[in-house]
């Protein structure tokens, strides 16, 4: 009878082995699912999803303040560089200000349908390598860092339409193609206004109020604006 008390206690000890040994899996593949996204808890009510290839976008669209933005990008970020920003339709953040985004860096943003007033300048610098798509749309933006624009070495595609940018911005880019500046209350543009950004094909200023072209030369050699 002792021998077979020894035995199962033997068998339990080995299955309550296995359990926590297949419970311990489990976790490791809870956090591998996780990875590369920062913790959840970290980055609250900001949200990191990452696809199969680890490319992670980060949703921070119910932010309630710029300060809560910042400490969001003040946690523990172990990988800080996403695919993309989202902040859509936030009716709290007026300013995306110089670090509120920490270390992290972006290849596409998307902030559109908020209140929005200004980006300020180098909000956006740990980008300036990686970032290929603007969207700053449907906000209320009268700032932004125009004369940064040559500093970022990949952007292809700036989205500002339907904002409020009281004049027409500097253009300077060798990398940009794509410009919508549509729906803005600017009522003058430069004849000299697209000379520096030779690779641009397509430009958007439709439902502004522009009346007149100041003076300057015009040069749209380089381009095929639609």
Same mark, same amino acid.
Do not use: W
């Given at each position: 009878?002792?021998?077979?008390?020894?035995?199962?206690?033997?068998?339990?000890?080995?299955?309550?082995?296995?359990?926590?040994?297949?419970?311990?899996?489990?976790?490791?593949?809870?956090?591998?699912?996780?990875?590369?996204?920062?913790?959840?808890?970290?980055?609250?009510?900001?949200?990191?999803?990452?696809?199969?290839?680890?490319?992670?976008?980060?949703?921070?669209?119910?932010?309630?303040?710029?300060?809560?933005? =910042?400490?969001?990008?003040?946690?523990?970020?172990?990988?800080?560089?996403?695919?993309?920003?989202?902040?859509?339709?936030?009716? %709290?953040?007026?300013?995306? %200000? %110089?670090?509120?985004?920490?270390?992290?860096?972006?290849?596409?943003?998307?902030?559109?349908?908020?209140?929005?007033?200004?980006?300020?300048?180098?909000?956006?610098?740990?980008?300036?390598?990686?970032?290929?798509?603007?969207?700053?749309?449907?906000?209320?933006?009268?700032?932004?860092?125009? =004369?940064?624009?040559?500093?970022?070495?990949?952007?292809?595609?700036?989205?500002?339409?339907?904002?409020?940018?009281?004049?027409?911005?500097?253009?300077?880019?060798?990398?940009?193609?794509?410009?919508?500046?549509?729906?803005?209350?600017?009522?003058?543009?430069?004849?000299?206004?697209?000379? %520096?950004?030779?690779?641009?094909?397509?430009?958007?200023?439709?439902?502004?109020?522009?009346?007149?072209?100041?003076?300057?030369?015009?040069?749209?050699?380089?381009?095929?604006? =639609?």
């Amino acid at each position: 009878m002792a021998g077979l008390h020894r035995l199962l206690a033997l068998l339990a000890l080995a299955l309550g082995t296995v359990a926590v040994s297949v419970a311990e899996e489990k976790a490791k593949d809870a956090d591998l699912r996780r990875l590369p996204c920062p913790d959840p808890h970290d980055i609250s009510p900001c949200v990191c999803t990452a696809d199969e290839q680890h490319n992670m976008d980060i949703d921070c669209s119910q932010v309630e303040s710029e300060d809560q933005l =910042a400490r969001v990008f003040s946690s523990t970020i172990p990988f800080p560089h996403f695919h993309a920003l989202y902040i859509d339709g936030n009716q %709290r953040l007026k300013v995306l %200000r %110089r670090g509120d985004l920490g270390p992290a860096s972006f290849e596409l943003i998307h902030i559109t349908g908020g209140v929005l007033e200004e980006v300020q300048e180098e909000a956006l610098s740990q980008s300036y390598p990686t970032l290929s798509h603007i969207y700053i749309q449907e906000n209320n933006v009268s700032r932004f860092p125009f =004369a940064e624009l040559p500093l970022f070495t990949s952007l292809v595609f700036l989205q500002m339409h339907t904002n409020s940018l009281e004049s027409f911005p500097g253009l300077d880019s060798d990398t940009l193609q794509q410009v919508v500046l549509s729906d803005n209350p600017f009522g003058e543009i430069p004849l000299d206004g697209f000379q %520096r950004v030779k690779n641009l094909y397509s430009i958007s200023v439709s439902a502004n109020d522009v009346e007149i072209l100041l003076p300057g030369k015009v040069d749209v050699s380089h381009n095929d604006l =639609a």
